[in-house]
Each structure stands twice: as structure tokens, then as C-alpha cells.
């Protein structure tokens, strides 16, 4: 791969009890484990930021072949859960559902778009093999 952009982040503290931030400045948050893990939950986790992010990449890669495709995505959106969870190994795991509504298409045609852009998506790809992802079309 010939890398076209590459961001920098560092952690630091207690790591999900700590502090991240870009080398840019952009990003710069307290991490705190969430309450159901036995934290606090004041601050943001690693979950919530790989949900915003992998939702975000998504949606762009919707919205590319889309177009390509000549796509009405207007009021598109893309939402994803992020479950983490005990294996069988006595480490932790991911889980993603990725919810893609696209109003002013029909079911088949938003199905269609979404598994293609599960193809191009560099998250998906990144996942793909690793963790479960689901994609799942909404038809509101």
C-alpha cells in the first residue's frame, strides 16, 4: 500500500483510564473505562472513537459508490455499534453493526450500494476476516 495520508495519536496515563490526543491537536480527550466495564464513564473510550470513525469512513465510501452508481443518497446516514466482549483465550474482541439507512432508494438497490461499499470501505477491509461486522439496511 502507498500510504496517502497518515495519522499520529498518542496515549498516555492509565490507558482506558488516560488521555489521547493527535500530534496535529485535533483530537485531544480523557479516555475512562465505561460504567458497564466497571469504570466511571466520564470520559470517551476506545470504543466510541472506532465507532465514530469506522461510521464516518462508511458513510464516504456509501456516498462514493453511490455516485458512482448515480445514487440519490440525499439524508443518508450510517451508524455503527461497537460491542467488546470476553473470548474463549481470556483476551477481549470486537463486534460491529453498521447501520446504513438510504431513504430515497429501494431495499434491493440500498442492499446493493451497502455490500459494495463493505468492498472499498478501508475499515471493512481492515476488519474483514477479524471481527464480525454486519451490515444492515434500514428501510426508514
Known amino acids: ?67 458512482q452508481e448515480k445514487a440519490d443518497v440525499t439524508d443518508s446516514t450510517v451508524g455503527a455499534r461497537v460491542s467488546i466482549g470476553s473470548l474463549d483465550n481470556g483476551g477481549f474482541g470486537l463486534a460491529v453493526e453498521l447501520e446504513v439507512t438510504l431513504p430515497n432508494l429501494d431495499h434491493e438497490t440500498a442492499q446493493k450500494l451497502a455490500d459494495k461499499a463493505h468492498e472499498v470501505c478501508p475499515y471493512s477491509n481492515a476488519t474483514r476476516g477479524n471481527i464480525d461486522v454486519d451490515v444492515v439496511v434500514t428501510d426508514d
Open 1 to 67: 500500500m502507498k500510504a496517502i495520508y497518515t495519522a499520529e495519536a498518542l496515549a498516555t496515563g492509565e490507558g482506558r483510564d488516560g488521555h489521547a490526543r493527535t500530534s496535529d491537536g485535533k483530537v485531544d480527550l480523557d479516555l475512562s473505562i465505561p460504567k458497564e466495564m466497571g469504570g466511571n464513564g466520564i470520559g470517551t473510550n476506545p470504543e466510541q472513537l472506532f465507532a465514530a470513525g469506522y461510521a464516518a469512513c462508511f458513510h464516504s465510501a456509501l456516498r462514493l459508490v453511490a455516485g
